[in-house]
């Protein structure tokens, strides 16, 4: 049986971890209200653009631009979005478990899949996996701060250059995304190519005028597309980690909590024993003097 001392030390202990992990809750809970209010701003420009680009890739002919054009199904480029820390539960874990599954189970879209990671995490978790071909790694991208349109602009322009340059057929990107701070969606969605707008059979789809050009149109406004996407991305997943990191924190201070009080009640008790053992030793004591 432990003594009261190692008891009391191991009470000082929690109280300690305890008040550390009240503290990560007030920062990540700070830091959550930014980033979702980041997110929400974000949300309406990036779904809007991606609706009108899904609906302009119905109207032109797929190769008047390369990233509109259809290729092959012979390698495909998959854009990891994670963490660089832990103490934030399953974040990081269950969306590299979700890129892991998705290329497992999309063997028949593409003959192989190579990984651009975004976050430390996500590298320790694939690059122990067989089969997962790790290309870059992006640590400290998204960092503790806010998340800037530049990094995702620069982020953007990288996997462009990857899909025109690296023989790549198609990219996808898979992120966490925001739904609540207890709650994380793991996304998939294709970057490229740009996947047409599903309309009906019915429907009257209606012809776009460019000017200067289709083609210098689509020159500005498909690498913009690719960025935005990215850079909501990167939003989402900086608001889920803030959200899940706030939740496991605040689980882990109140585990810290039922924790002391157990210890508490095994140190009153040990002390209730020892205080008995010592009037027993005494009454002892004082029958064999008489």
């Known amino acids: 049986m432990a003594s009261l001392k190692d008891i009391k030390k191991r009470i000082g202990t929690v109280k300690n971890t305890q008040q550390i992990t009240k503290a990560m809750k007030m920062v990540s809970a700070a830091k959550l209200r930014r980033a979702q209010d980041a997110v929400t701003a974000a949300r309406p420009y990036a779904d809007k653009m991606h609706d009108v680009l899904s609906s302009l890739a119905l109207r032109v002919d797929e190769e008047i631009h390369p990233l509109l054009e259809a290729r092959g199904k012979g390698k495909a480029l998959v854009v990891l979005v994670t963490g660089d820390r832990g103490l934030c539960g399953g974040f990081n874990t269950n969306i590299s478990k979700a890129a892991e599954r ?3 189970e999309n063997k028949e879209g593409f003959e192989s899949y190579e990984l651009l990671i975004v976050g ?6 694939l690059k122990r996996r067989a089969g997962m071909e790790i290309i870059k790694v ?10 800037s349109y530049p990094v995702g602009a620069l982020l953007g322009q990288e996997v462009i250059e990857h899909y025109r340059s690296g023989g790549y057929d198609g990219v996808f ?4 995304a925001f739904q609540s701070a207890m709650t994380q969606v793991q996304t998939v969605t294709q970057l490229l190519p740009i ?11 209606a012809e776009y005028i460019y000017e200067p ?29 803030h959200g899940a990191r706030m939740t496991a924190m605040d689980s882990a201070s109140k585990n810290a909590s039922e924790m002391i009080g157990k210890l508490t009640l095994q140190y009153n008790r040990a002390r209730q024993a020892a205080i008995t053992k010592e009037l027993m030793e005494i009454i002892s004591g004082a029958e064999s003097i008489k």
């Open 173 to 176: 990107l898979i992120y966490n």
């Open 195 to 205: 996947v047409p707008k599903e309309v009906d059979e019915n429907t009257h789809v």
């Open 138 to 147: 992006h640590e400290h991208l998204v960092g503790s701060g806010q998340v």
């Open 120 to 125: 430390r995490k996500g590298n320790d978790y």
């Open 213 to 241: 050009s289709a083609t210098g149109v689509l020159d500005q406004i498909l690498p913009k597309h690719i960025e935005v996407q990215i850079f909501r991305s990167l939003l989402e997943s900086a608001a889920s980690e």
């Open 102 to 104: 998705f290329i497992r």
